[in-house]
């Protein structure tokens, strides 16, 4: 027990900063999920040009502070993310008062955000978890080394799911299902675009965060139960 007097200090310098940034890219990707538009070219959801930052954030923070942290990184921004929908849709489900502008535009733009988090609580349930298992299992394999080549490859698998089953469950019952396989490939292949151009900062930022905090966690003997975050 700590004493009243005293303030509670946690061990880790940067680990609530990396949390906070995890969830404001995971909910900033809900808001504009529905929002298409062309990026260098290719026709990508607004979240597909956010949401892999979280992925990357997801490997520094395996790489350093190891899966039970990265997998509680994962499981409690799902459940921020359903709490977030939660929220948004009863409110802009209230009778509105006439007052102000645009409020059919709120339920036009964001009633359906539901349907996003809800394919994204499944898909990033088993692509997220399983990113972060390969960055664990790898690490201990290639003992330490190579952080790079774990990093985009983690990523490439786990994206390949995470977009599949986003794009199945939160886009075809809108969209026509040529348009839908148009926007997998484009994200698709932005994702890899995205794991080869910040594997090199995200690297800098593992030795950055391993130098600062004297952490660099090796997940010899764990359990490798998804379910055992609490």
């Known amino acids: 027990m700590i004493p009243n007097n005293k303030p509670l200090r946690l061990n880790s310098k940067f680990i609530l900063?990396?949390?906070?940034?995890?969830?404001?890219?995971?909910?900033?990707?809900?808001v504009v999920a529905f929002k298409f538009a062309y990026f260098?070219?290719?026709?990508?959801?607004g979240a597909t040009?956010?949401?892999?930052?979280?992925?990357?954030?997801?490997?520094?923070?395996?790489?350093?502070?190891?899966?039970?942290?990265?997998?509680?990184?994962?499981?409690?921004g799902l459940i921020c993310e359903a709490l977030f929908a939660i929220l948004i849709t009863s409110v802009i489900h209230l009778s509105s008062s006439g007052i102000g502008q645009y409020q059919n535009e709120y339920t036009d733009i964001l009633g359906h955000i539901w349907l996003?988090?809800?394919?994204?609580?499944?898909?990033?349930?088993?692509a997220g978890l399983l990113n972060v298992y390969f960055i664990s299992k790898w690490k201990i394999f290639a003992k330490g080394r190579v952080f790079w080549i774990r990093s985009i490859l983690s990523t490439c698998i786990s994206e390949l799911i995470l977009i599949l089953l986003t794009v199945l469950i939160a886009f075809t019952p809108f969209i026509h299902i040529k348009a839908t396989m148009h926007?997998?490939?484009?994200?698709?292949?932005?994702?890899?675009?995205?794991?080869?151009?910040?594997?090199?900062?995200?690297?800098?930022?593992?030795?950055?965060?391993k130098r600062s905090e004297g952490i660099d966690a090796y997940d010899y003997g764990v359990s490798y139960n998804p379910f055992k975050f609490i």
């Open 17 to 30: 900063l990396l949390a906070m940034a995890y969830m404001t890219v995971s909910i900033s990707a809900d």
């Open 40 to 45: 260098f070219g290719l026709i990508e959801s």
């Open 49 to 76: 040009i956010l949401f892999p930052l979280t992925y990357i954030i997801g490997d520094v923070t395996c790489e350093v502070y190891g899966w039970k942290i990265a997998m509680k990184l994962v499981w409690y």
């Open 116 to 126: 996003f988090v809800f394919g994204g609580i499944i898909s990033n349930a088993i």
């Open 183 to 209: 926007i997998f490939f484009d994200a698709y292949f932005l994702e890899i675009i995205y794991a080869l151009l910040f594997v090199y900062p995200a690297q800098l930022l593992v030795n950055f965060l």
